[in-house]
Nanobody, 121 residues
Framework: QVRLVESGGGLVQPGGSLRLSCAAS????????MRWYRQAPGKQRELVAG???????IYTDAVKGRFTLSEDNAKNTVHLQMNSLKPEDTAVYYC???????????????WGQGTLVTVSS
């Protein structure tokens, strides 16, 4: 019902910046919330940042002050601006969306395939 496509990952030097994007498409009534997770090799997937329909945002302490979430007017695309990147930010970043389906108003979720962010000199 919903497809999430991430983009913007790549290789960047420490202290540099990247902007990740997550676009939602398909059949849905409303996006309730969108979140970014990341997973480094050998580590558990962790929540990085999230935004709700009310524009309330949350950030994990590791990225607070460096990463910023934003969304477009249609609320079907979310951007993660990542500044002052550190090697420990290296991970595959996944977009997750909580959405309300048009049929019966069911609340469902969807995941993107992930985009790799590598922070290295």
């Amino acid at each position: 019902q919903v497809r999430l496509v991430e983009s913007g990952g790549g290789l960047v030097q420490p202290g540099g910046s990247l902007r990740l994007s997550c676009a939602a498409s398909g059949s849905f009534f409303d996006i309730i919330a969108m979140r970014w997770y990341r997973q480094a090799p050998g580590k558990q997937r962790e929540l990085v940042a999230g935004i709700s329909s009310g524009d309330s945002t949350i950030y994990t302490d590791a990225v607070k002050g460096r990463f910023t979430l934003s969304e477009d007017n249609a609320k079907n695309t979310v951007h993660l601006q990542m500044n002052s990147l550190k090697p420990e930010d290296t991970a595959v970043y996944y977009c997750n969306a909580i959405f309300q389906a048009r049929a019966r108003g069911s609340v469902l979720d969807a995941w993107g395939q992930g985009t790799l962010v590598t922070v290295s000199s």
